[in-house]
Every structure is written in C-alpha cells, then in structure tokens.
C-alpha cells in the first residue's frame, strides 16, 4: 500500500499556516464564502437583513467551529478551541428564534457542539447538541419513514427529502448514544432505509430530491435538485450519499448500508475524470462545464472512511481515488497564501445557479478533515 505521509505533512504545514491567521482574522465572524477581495463574509452579523433561514440560521454555519475543533485535534493550541466556542455561542442564538430551523441543524451543530462535547466534555455543548437533536427528530414523518427537507418558505415542502440530511442522521446517533433513547436511532435508521429505496439508483448514482405525500407517505416524483435535471447525478450529493451511508453503518453495524455505500463509491470512482477535478454533476453536458470542489471534497472523505471498512482487495482502489482528488485539490484549487481567508476554490452552489467558482467554507472544512483522516491525525467528528 502506497504511502502517504511525505504529502499529508507537507499539506497539512500549509494548512496549518494557512489557518494560523485567517482563524485569528475571522474569529468574531461565522463565515461561509468570500467576496472579491478573498474577505470572509459574516453569517453572525446581526446588523444585515437576512431571510428567515439565512443569517445564523444558515446550513452551513457550524463548520467554522468544525474547521477549529480539526485544528485544535492536530495542533492541541487552546487558540482554536476558544475561537471554536465563540462560533458556537453565537450559533445558539437561532434555538430562540426557532422558525429559521431545518433539517440541517445536524451540519449546523454535529462539527459545532457535538463536537465540543466529543473533545472536552462541555456539558453546554452536550445541551445544545441534545436540543438540536430532538429538533432533527421532531421533523420525522411516520407515514413515509423520513426527515422533511426544508420549511415552507416559497412553495410546500412538507414531503420533501434530500440526499444531504443523510449527513444529518449524525446528530441522531450521537444523541442515541449519548442519552440511550433508541428512539433517535430508530428515526435516523427508518430514514437511511427510505433513501436506500428511493433514492439510491441500480448503478450507484442517486436522485438529490424526492418528493413525498405527507399523509400517506407515497412517492410522488423525483427533482434534480441542484443537479443538472431530474435523473443526473449531482456530484456533491454522491458524497452526502457515500459519506452519509457509512456514517450509519459505522454507528449502527447494518450490512446493508455498507453495501449501498460500496454502490455508490463503484459509480463515484468509475466518473472521476483524470485530471481528479470533479464536475459539478456527473451527467452534465459538455458546456457549460461546471465543476464543484466542494462535492469533490465531500467524495473524498465518504471514499476514505469506505476504504477503512472494505476488504483488503478493494481498499487500494477506494484509497487512490480519494488522495487523487485530493492531490487535484491541493495542487490545482487550493489558495495556502494570504490573499484569501478561505483554502478551497472552484465551489459551485447549483447547476442551475449564477454562483460558480466561489469558495464555501464546508469545502474547506471536508478538504482539512480528508487530509487529516488520510494521516490519521483526530476522531471522526460524525
């Protein structure tokens, strides 16, 4: 098996560097993409007008925390943690505001508070944790065994399930774990189940959006979501779908979710192009050729923590890919100076979306938990 250590050292010096100053810059902010000067924005800033789930309710608002909690694992400097924890107090601010809520306070709180409490034993954390938890489970739908997407903000959701609160079902089984109360188990391991039958197509790809009837539970069609059209293969949810799957497997041991995993990881290694940058989906046309780093960082961790459990003979396979992409990353969309607070470049929020080439602060946070994992370096935060 190949070894990797000379080139995770050498990227994780940079990233070390590279942390060093913009979390010390940015340690007041809740970031999540640049603007034309490489300055973080601010998710925190209460002197904006935000929408209802945007501002400190945004989706991605805990991996700023996560990105400080995967420095201070590497580096032990109490630095991180601090700043870490000024990110989550300000994060808890949305459990009173309540309405801005969704299904993803999994991504919001699991790097966040979860993984304070992981790290420290912060009983604050574990309370923040458990209340965004029981949250997660209150937007179970018993009659179609699935978490609803989103609130009804334009148009009805209340059927609607997406790929990405796969990742979500974290949180689920930290708080199982944590509490006991297997009713959280049971919630997540319903929902896993519904998108293995739903979602997951025969050749390893799957659908980012599925609608169902509330009342009764029956499908009613499928979205592509922020793909390219219904029936493509957005890049980004094969890796909530990868990754998510072998999150319930590695807490729940079924066979099944390993399986559907292996499934999807075949269909994400057969579609990597050459040069390891990712499309933004997998089935796009030719033109516009839209890629998405953030997806790609997001493959590779799934396929990293897939190669852990696969059988010796297929382990190099799964492994290779992984640091390929990674190797593209690092080499070709990664910015270690300082004219960008972010690392990660060549992000992209739809298809169909005017937002392309940006940074997100999620790509930073799964590009620094992949190389880490490939070293060996911290506990698996979900």
Not at 113 to 122: E, F, I, K
Not at 159 to 187: Q, T
Not at 297 to 319: D, K, P, T
Request: aromatic fraction near 14%.
């Amino acid at each position: 098996m190949e070894d990797y250590t000379a080139w995770t050292d050498e990227v994780i010096g940079k990233i070390r560097l590279k942390m060093a100053w913009s979390s010390e810059k940015n340690k007041n902010k809740i970031p999540y993409t640049t603007n034309e000067y490489g300055e973080y924005d601010d998710k925190a800033d209460t002197s904006r007008e935000w929408r209802i789930d945007d501002g400190i309710n945004w989706w991605t608002n805990g991996f700023w925390a996560g990105i400080q909690w995967l420095l201070y694992q590497d580096t032990g400097e109490e630095r991180y943690k601090e700043i870490a924890r000024i990110s989550e107090r300000m994060l808890e601010q949305c459990f009173s505001g309540f309405y801005g809520l969704h299904h993803d306070v999994g991504f919001m709180f699991v790097p966040a508070a979860v993984a304070d409490y992981r790290l420290t034993g912060n009983d604050d954390s574990r309370k923040a944790g458990m209340h965004a938890a029981n949250l997660l489970a209150g937007r179970f739908n018993p009659a179609g065994r699935f978490i609803r997407a989103w609130n009804d903000l334009e148009q009805d959701t209340r059927g609607w399930v997406i790929i990405d609160c796969m990742m979500n079902l974290s949180l689920l089984y930290w708080a199982w774990e944590e509490s006991g109360d297997p009713r959280f188990k049971h919630i997540a391991m319903m929902h896993a189940d519904t998108v293995m039958k739903y979602f997951v197509r025969p050749d390893g790809s799957v659908n980012h959006l599925v609608e169902f009837d509330p009342v009764t539970g029956e499908q009613v069609r499928c979205y592509g979501g922020q793909g390219y059209e219904e029936g493509s293969a957005w890049a980004r949810g094969q890796g909530w779908a990868l990754y998510g799957f072998m999150i319930s497997y590695l807490h729940t041991g079924k066979n099944d979710y390993l399986d559907t995993a292996r499934k999807i990881a075949q269909y994400c290694v057969s579609n990597i192009p050459e040069s390891g940058i990712l499309p933004l989906d997998f089935r796009q046309p030719k033109e516009p050729a839209y890629e998405d780093s953030c997806g790609a960082c997001v493959i590779a961790g799934g396929l990293l923590e897939f190669a852990r459990c696969a059988s010796a003979n297929e382990r190099e396979i799964y492994l290779r890919a992984a640091v390929k992409i990674l190797r593209a990353i690092a080499d070709e969309r990664a910015d270690f100076d300082d004219s960008c607070d972010a690392i990660v470049k060549g992000c992209s929020a739809a298809y169909h979306s005017p937002a392309h080439d940006m940074t997100m602060n999620y790509a930073d946070y799964f590009f620094i938990e992949a190389v880490y994992k490939l070293k060996g370096t911290g506990k698996l935060l979900w």
